[in-house]
């Protein structure tokens, strides 16, 4: 767990530097760390150059939803977003929203619906996840499906480097082209590489029109064929995903499309249903709240595994084996729930996956022995040290927090 353990003197002059940068109503020691809650992307950018000068480690906190996920960090300052929580700019005729980091989920959605439009992603946990924490993470859910991954709805970005430097990526338009892809690195680097502070996404209009359905199967196999069936079909199909719980195994299906039609799709997928003898029910909304389900069981490992959507039923039935639950999304990304008994199976469940070019990463681990979050892809393991050595080479920013200790 790395740390920094600064003397006396050097804590004193870093908190003087510190308190005139943002006031001390906003600076505080919270259990042997400094807390810090910048109001605007010049004072985090004061506030890494102090940072950087001193060689004092910085967690940038959110909503605080994702804290655990990656290897454990030992701060010296903890950088908080909340004052950094604003709809900057909605240009709802080019449908493009710029929005800051510490803005909740929910709430820049809802303020986006006022003009019928939403930022087409379902992040966990919307209610208190903020977009600085999902761009970091790179989190997503079932929407991905229809309307890509984050990154392709990022079409801009500002970030504060560890020196202090404001870096601006991208645009405020979909189709900017000028200036590197900055933003794609930044996304899913775990604050690793910088600070973001403000995000310019690109909109989508609301669905009129959405109804799900859920195939239910003893055996997964079926709902296997049946998930690629769909994926091939002309359905305007929204979000697709395949659970196993205890009692069996489930295929979700959402669509989303005119009223005059959405009989006429639900008619069609009933009939690819029956052409593998399985029925198409009726089903609500909170079947797509399922993969949130599984990362509040805090007595079990929580996995992330990716795969290709054929293998999807096979990873399924094995995760089943081992006694644990799974939700995967069908581009091929699964949260999967395992007992503490089954922890002797991750690191061969891991090797499964390499093997067919999936990959396995850890978000939730309830015992105290020590296990790789991820494993270290060798081929590109140099090229991220690298990236971190020339962006943040002090290593303040959650230093660690990355696979293979980055």
């Given at each position: 767990?790395?740390?920094?353990?600064?003397?006396s003197?050097?804590?004193?002059?870093f908190?003087?530097?510190?308190?005139?940068i943002?006031?001390?109503?906003?600076l505080r020691?919270?259990?042997?760390a400094?807390?810090i809650?910048p109001?605007?992307?010049e004072?985090v950018?004061?506030?890494?150059h102090?940072?950087?000068?001193?060689?004092?480690?910085?967690?940038?906190?959110g909503?605080?939803t994702?804290q655990?996920?990656?290897?454990?960090?030992?701060?010296?300052?903890?950088?908080?977003t909340h004052?950094l929580?604003?709809?900057?700019?909605?240009?709802?005729?080019d449908?493009?929203?710029?929005v800051?980091?510490?803005?909740?989920?929910?709430s820049?959605?809802a303020?986006l619906?006022k003009?019928?439009q939403?930022?087409?992603l379902?992040?966990?946990w919307?209610?208190h996840s903020?977009?600085g924490?999902?761009a970091?993470t790179?989190d997503?859910?079932?929407?991905?499906?229809?309307?890509?991954s984050l990154?392709?709805?990022?079409?801009?970005?500002?970030?504060v480097l560890?020196?202090?430097?404001?870096?601006?990526?991208?645009?405020?338009?979909v189709k900017?082209?000028a200036?590197y892809d900055?933003?794609?690195?930044m996304?899913?680097?775990?604050g690793?590489?910088?600070?973001i502070?403000?995000i310019?996404?690109?909109?989508?209009?609301?669905?009129?029109?959405?109804q799900?359905?859920?195939?239910?199967?003893?055996?997964?196999?079926p709902?296997?064929k049946?998930?690629?069936?769909l994926l091939?079909?002309?359905?305007?199909?929204q979000?697709?995903?395949l659970?196993?719980?205890?009692?069996?195994?489930?295929l979700?299906?959402?669509?989303?499309t005119l009223?005059?039609v959405?009989h006429d799709?639900?008619?069609?997928?009933?009939?690819?249903?029956q052409s593998?003898?399985?029925?198409a029910?009726?089903?609500?909304?909170?079947?797509?709240?399922?993969?949130?389900q599984?990362l509040d069981?805090p007595?079990?490992?929580?996995?992330?595994?990716?795969?290709?959507?054929?293998?999807?039923s096979r990873?399924?039935?094995?995760i089943?084996?081992l006694g644990?639950?799974?939700?995967?999304?069908?581009?091929g990304?699964?949260?999967?729930?395992?007992?503490?008994?089954a922890s002797s199976?991750l690191e061969?469940?891991?090797?499964?996956l390499e093997?067919i070019?999936?990959?396995?990463?850890i978000?939730?681990n309830?015992v105290?022995t020590t296990?790789?979050?991820s494993s270290?892809p060798?081929?590109t393991?140099?090229?991220?040290?690298?990236?971190?050595q020339?962006?943040?080479p002090?290593?303040?920013l959650n230093?660690?927090?990355?696979?293979?200790g980055?």
């Amino acid at each position: 767990m790395p740390s920094t353990m600064p003397d006396s003197t050097s804590l004193q002059t870093f908190a003087d530097d510190l308190a005139a940068i943002s006031g001390l109503e906003h600076l505080r020691v919270d259990g042997g760390a400094f807390t810090i809650a910048p109001a605007s992307t010049e004072e985090v950018a004061a506030v890494l150059h102090c940072a950087n000068k001193s060689g004092f480690s910085v967690v940038p906190i959110g909503g605080g939803t994702k804290q655990s996920w990656g290897n454990p960090v030992r701060p010296s300052l903890l950088l908080h977003t909340h004052r950094l929580s604003t709809l900057r700019e909605h240009t709802w005729q080019d449908m493009t929203c710029t929005v800051e980091a510490g803005c909740v989920w929910s709430s820049m959605q809802a303020s986006l619906a006022k003009h019928g439009q939403f930022v087409a992603l379902d992040p966990l946990w919307p209610e208190h996840s903020t977009i600085g924490g999902i761009a970091a993470t790179n989190d997503s859910g079932s929407l991905r499906l229809r309307y890509g991954s984050l990154r392709d709805l990022i079409i801009g970005m500002t970030i504060v480097l560890a020196d202090g430097t404001i870096a601006r990526s991208g645009g405020k338009v979909v189709k900017n082209v000028a200036g590197y892809d900055l933003h794609k690195l930044m996304t899913g680097a775990f604050g690793t590489l910088g600070v973001i502070t403000e995000i310019t996404l690109r909109l989508h209009s609301i669905p009129r029109h959405m109804q799900s359905f859920t195939i239910s199967s003893p055996d997964v196999e079926p709902l296997g064929k049946l998930l690629l069936k769909l994926l091939d079909s002309h359905l305007s199909t929204q979000s697709l995903q395949l659970r196993s719980t205890n009692s069996g195994f489930y295929l979700d299906v959402r669509l989303a499309t005119l009223p005059e039609v959405i009989h006429d799709q639900a008619n069609s997928l009933s009939q690819i249903a029956q052409s593998v003898q399985l029925e198409a029910c009726n089903s609500d909304s909170d079947v797509w709240n399922a993969r949130q389900q599984h990362l509040d069981w805090p007595e079990h490992f929580v996995v992330k595994a990716t795969m290709l959507p054929s293998d999807i039923s096979r990873l399924t039935a094995t995760i089943r084996a081992l006694g644990g639950t799974s939700v995967t999304q069908a581009v091929g990304i699964m949260t999967a729930t395992l007992p503490i008994a089954a922890s002797s199976q991750l690191e061969p469940l891991r090797e499964k996956l390499e093997a067919i070019h999936g990959s396995l990463t850890i978000l939730r681990n309830p015992v105290n022995t020590t296990m790789p979050v991820s494993s270290s892809p060798e081929d590109t393991l140099p090229l991220m040290r690298e990236l971190k050595q020339r962006f943040d080479p002090n290593r303040i920013l959650n230093p660690g927090r990355f696979l293979g200790g980055i």
